[in-house]
């Protein structure tokens, strides 16, 4: 039931209106939990987009995932610090920032051992060198797009874990 109330009998200023909603029925508990996979995990996401609005997007899309993005840049230097400082389990990267390619962010991806995939509005054009071969999803692209190519460059479609070494090994 949907109720007004009002403490003035006409509109107008200093007028008060009182809101309210309530339920029928109270909603089960854990009901936000309903419909997630029992065994995805959270991977933390580094991300590199020099366009606001297409990084925003893209942000949304990673935590409708049920992935987390922990860090963003919009430069070339922004994000080499970030990538030698964040802890992340995955960075995807715009080839094309402001201009200038991608290269120097994804070569301290690459030296800390860390997946990495491209973002582009051109295809594969423009992959940095050395980086050839690498997965590029193309701009704009779609939740599904999205989804697997996260799926496909994380180890085993989720972030990799710490492993203990076994006894005697150095």
């Known amino acids: 039931m949907h109720f007004v109330t009002s403490d003035a009998d006409v509109p107008g200023p200093g007028a008060a209106y009182?809101?309210?909603?309530t339920s029928a029925q109270r909603a089960p508990d854990g009901w936000f939990k309903q419909g997630?996979?029992?065994d995805m995990t959270q991977a933390s996401i580094f991300l590199v987009e020099d366009e606001a609005l297409i990084r925003m997007m893209l942000v949304d899309m990673v935590e409708e995932l049920g992935h987390r993005v922990i860090a963003e840049a919009g430069?070339?230097?922004e994000g080499r610090s970030l990538a030698e400082i964040?802890?992340?389990?995955l960075a995807i990267l715009d080839i094309n920032l402001q201009g200038i390619n991608v290269h120097p962010v994804?070569?301290?991806v690459r030296s800390r051992g860390l997946p990495l995939f491209f973002l582009s509005g051109y295809g594969s054009a423009g992959v940095p060198d050395g980086f050839e071969g690498?997965?590029?999803l193309i701009k704009p692209c779609s939740l599904d797009a999205l989804k697997r190519i996260i799926d496909a460059v994380?180890?085993?479609?989720e972030p990799e874990k710490p492993q203990d070494k076994p006894a005697g090994a150095s």
Not at 18 to 21: K, P, R
Not at 154 to 157: E, R, Y
């Open 134 to 136: 690498m997965p590029v």
């Open 86 to 89: 964040e802890g992340y389990d």
């Open 75 to 77: 430069s070339i230097e």
């Open 36 to 38: 997630l996979r029992q």
């Open 106 to 108: 994804a070569e301290v």
């Open 18 to 21: 009182n809101c309210g909603l």
């Open 154 to 157: 994380l180890p085993n479609g």
